[in-house]
T-cell receptor, first 115, second 115 residues
Framework: EAGVTQSPTHLIKTRGQQATLRCSPI?????VYWYQQALGLGLQFLLW???????NRGNFPPRFSGRQFPNYSSELNVNALELEDSALYLC??????????????FGDGTRLSIL | DQQVKQNSPSLSVQEGRISILNCDYT??????FLWYKKYPAEGPTFLIS?????DKNEDGRFTVFLNKSAKHLSLHIVPSQPGDSAVYFC??????????????FGKGTKLSVIP
């Protein structure tokens, strides 16, 4: 069974540009979560999508947005990139709505570097 | 407000000995906890979880203990192996009635198992 896949592996942008990160969940998983891991910090929750709808978002500005497609894959868009957006972006998926006993499974992340 | 805290950034243990990783939480509503392991350049991998109705959960060499009164949990690895060298994250979803499932992570503890 294929795991969570993320693309690209690395992404280099400059300030003010826009970045698009992609995630394909494990087959059968309908929930997709996005997390940011900046240097020196733990994983910070960004966005949660389930059945095509945004269910919850973390404490991030509106220039962080995304969507979930009918096949449950997801995109994270970051507009007006700032230096502080340099981080590892991790996508996770789970079956159902992440009921307890259904742990989230993570991809290997996209390393976003802002120059 | 850091609701999940891992106060030891790093831990070194001899191969064959016990590794004990600690985690404290402040939100008394948390009722489910997970441990993830992360190797460099890979996403976090689910290791073990515990529900607040238990005080111990065991899976092979890994045991998680939960002390609800102290709001403290610990992960024990016995015996420790060099392949266990990784960063370990403690995580918790909102309480079971919250209707949301994103995880709150600690900052992680880097475990080094010395051969």
């Amino acid at each position: 069974e294929a795991g969570v896949t993320q693309s690209p592996t690395h992404l280099i942008k400059t300030r003010g540009q826009q970045a698009t990160l992609r995630c394909s969940p494990i087959s059968g998983h309908t929930s997709v979560y996005w997390y940011q891991q900046a240097l020196g910090l733990g994983l910070q929750f960004l966005l949660w999508y389930d059945e095509g709808e945004e269910r919850n978002r973390g404490n991030f500005p509106p220039r962080f947005s995304g969507r979930q497609f009918p096949n449950y894959s997801s995109e994270l868009n970051v507009n007006a990139l700032e230096l502080e957006d340099s981080a590892l972006y991790l996508c996770a998926s789970s079956s159902g709505q992440g009921q307890f006993g259904q742990p989230q499974h993570f991809g290997d992340g996209t390393r976003l570097s802002i120059l | 407000d850091q609701q999940v805290k891992q106060n030891s950034p790093s831990l070194s243990v001899q191969e064959g000995r016990i590794s004990i990783l600690n985690c404290d939480y402040t939100n008394s509503m948390f009722d489910y906890f997970l441990w993830y392991k992360k190797y460099p350049a890979e996403g976090p991998t689910f290791l073990i979880s515990i529900s607040s109705i238990k005080d111990k959960n065991e899976d092979g060499r890994f045991t998680v203990f939960l002390n609800k009164s102290a709001k403290h949990l610990s992960l024990h690895i016995v015996p420790s192996q060099p392949g266990d060298s990784a960063v370990y994250f403690c995580a918790a979803p909102p309480y079971s009635g919250a209707g949301s499932y994103q995880l709150t992570f600690g900052k992680g503890t880097k475990l080094s198992v010395i051969p």
